[in-house]
């Protein structure tokens, strides 16, 4: 097998494309210009063993997505999360695999269903866990797969699905946990500032709470200055965490919750991800985002919490917050690094640690109790009522607020309609808006999926 690239300049910098051909040596890779190339792997990722190695299909500490050249197969590498996937489709006598499924369907002149009013619904299922998630999205141009956390082989004539590797682990006592953090941390550190064309810096978010901050203090060691919050929660409370970001001598940039509604079509990237677009608040810092690898607190909810209920290794999440940013990272060009998936499979024996004998001191008495997280942060100095007091969400609720897109967002959505004659549709629409509080039998917010990934196939011209 070999690999033959085609950079299509303008393609978000992040994009890939693969095309696999039955029978054929030669896989064609086009590729926005700030994915890593080498005639054995692509990537544009970044992950706990040596870069030039090109190792990431060897471990699950990996973050973003690429290729790797094994004994002549090919190994599509996903992330080590579930906040980011691959798609492939069987096109002709083979198969095309994308990180983006925009890029996918642009490609192969696809669409999603637009009478189709459950996309939500089906990408949503990926919370039950990587042995429940809906895999399949039907459209136009056939079938696409939906790949979360696993990698995919290609042997030739078809694709087959593989768990990644879980490693020797064992985290019996918080030193070890904290350890094992600690080192995967270092890794992926040295990784992303190695011999690379395009390295990355390092920016982590932080809030009041208890994950992002723990995150923060794990990434102060492998060279993290800055950190990006919102001015505060979806309540209203301030939830910066640049009290916290000051203790810890970290500059803070502080995004005002609002600020993305002045902006243009702020959403349409973000619900392509996910279609309630959670993360839209991210878009203002999009000049503070690029070339960096984010590190963020998803998944402490259930890996940190105490009163996790399913302790399996099948990922089982609570919302899927900061999976609406898989397709925005991909035009900024960043890396979104969810820390706490770290070691997601062992949640069993993380749980026992949050209730060790040990934690016992940070250990707080109230229901909102997370005693790695606090333990990390305060031995960081940072003193115990700066955090963690109350459980906030920072997030949008796009496809639950009654001003659910922007006025312009809005428009252009009307127009979509309209450009499918869905006269009866788009009445309905402009109807159900004036009384979304009143009467929801109809819901203009189940066609807002497909609205998005075909306007953001825009950011995809054909390369060949």
């Known amino acids: 097998m070999r690999l033959e690239y085609v950079q299509a300049p303008h393609w978000p910098p992040l994009a890939w494309l693969a095309r696999c051909h039955a029978g054929r040596s030669t896989i064609e890779v086009f590729h926005g210009p700030?994915?890593?190339?080498?005639?054995?792997?692509?990537?544009?990722?970044?992950?706990?063993?040596?870069?030039?190695?090109g190792g990431?299909?060897?471990?699950?500490?990996?973050?973003?997505?690429?290729?790797?050249?094994?004994?002549?197969?090919?190994?599509?590498?996903?992330?080590?999360?579930?906040?980011?996937?691959?798609?492939?489709?069987?096109?002709?006598?083979?198969?095309?695999?994308?990180n983006s499924l925009s890029c996918l369907l642009a490609t192969a002149k696809g669409s999603l269903d637009p009478t189709y009013s459950h996309y939500g619904r089906d990408i949503r299922t990926v919370i039950h866990g990587l042995n429940n998630y809906q895999r399949v999205l039907k459209t136009s141009a056939g079938a696409v797969h939906l790949t979360y956390f696993e990698n995919v082989r290609w042997d030739g004539r078809t694709l087959t699905i593989e768990a990644k590797p879980a490693g020797d682990r064992a985290f019996a006592t918080f030193a070890q946990y904290r350890g094992f953090l600690d080192s995967s941390m270092q890794r992926v550190g040295e990784n992303m500032t190695a011999t690379r064309r395009y390295p990355y810096t390092?920016?982590?978010?932080?809030?009041?709470?208890?994950?992002?901050?723990?995150?923060?203090?794990?990434?102060?060691q492998v060279g993290c200055v800055e950190t990006l919050s919102l001015d505060r929660a979806r309540d209203g409370d301030e939830d910066s965490g640049a009290a916290i970001a000051n203790i810890l001598g970290l500059r803070s940039l502080v995004v005002p919750r609002d600020a993305w509604r002045a902006m243009t079509l702020p959403?349409?990237?973000?619900?392509?991800?996910?279609?309630?677009?959670?993360?839209?608040?991210?878009?203002?810092?999009?000049?503070?985002?690029?070339g960096r690898v984010l590190f963020t607190g998803y998944h402490g909810e259930k890996m940190w919490a105490k009163d996790t209920q399913d302790l399996s290794e099948h990922i089982v999440r609570g919302?899927?917050?900061?999976?609406?940013?898989?397709?925005?990272?991909?035009?900024?060009?960043?890396?979104?690094?969810?820390?706490?998936?770290?070691?997601?499979?062992?949640?069993?024996?993380?749980?026992?640690?949050?209730?060790?004998?040990?934690?016992?001191?940070?250990?707080?008495?109230?229901?909102?109790?997370?005693?790695?997280?606090?333990?990390?942060?305060?031995?960081?100095?940072?003193?115990?009522?700066?955090?963690?007091?109350?459980?906030?969400?920072?997030?949008?609720?796009?496809?639950?607020?009654?001003?659910?897109?922007t006025a312009q967002s809005f428009e252009d959505y009307l127009d979509w309609l309209g450009e499918l004659r869905w006269k009866r549709v788009r009445r309905h629409t402009e109807w159900n808006i004036r009384r979304i509080n009143r009467l929801r039998r109809l819901n203009p917010r189940r066609y807002m999926f497909p609205w998005a990934v075909e306007r953001a196939k825009q950011r995809y011209p054909c390369p060949f």
């Open 202 to 220: 390092v920016l982590s978010t932080i809030s009041s709470g208890y994950d992002s901050p723990a995150v923060t203090v794990l990434a102060r």
């Open 319 to 405: 919302g899927l917050s900061g999976l609406s940013l898989s397709e925005y990272r991909l035009w900024v060009g960043f890396i979104h690094c969810p820390v706490i998936f770290w070691g997601a499979r062992h949640i069993r024996d993380v749980h026992a640690i949050s209730h060790a004998p040990e934690m016992k001191p940070w250990d707080v008495a109230a229901q909102y109790s997370r005693p790695i997280p606090r333990r990390i942060v305060e031995e960081a100095g940072v003193p115990r009522e700066l955090f963690g007091a109350h459980k906030r969400d920072g997030n949008v609720m796009l496809l639950g607020s009654q001003d659910f897109l």
């Open 56 to 98: 990431f299909d060897q471990t699950d500490i990996v973050a973003g997505s690429g290729v790797r050249l094994r004994d002549d197969t090919v190994v599509f590498v996903s992330s080590g999360s579930t906040v980011d996937r691959l798609h492939s489709l069987q096109v002709g006598g083979g198969t095309w695999v994308s």
């Open 267 to 290: 959403e349409i990237p973000f619900m392509v991800g996910a279609p309630g677009g959670h993360q839209v608040i991210f878009k203002p810092a999009e000049h503070d985002l690029a």
């Open 34 to 53: 700030r994915v890593e190339t080498t005639d054995e792997w692509f990537a544009e990722a970044v992950w706990a063993g040596d870069y030039e190695g």
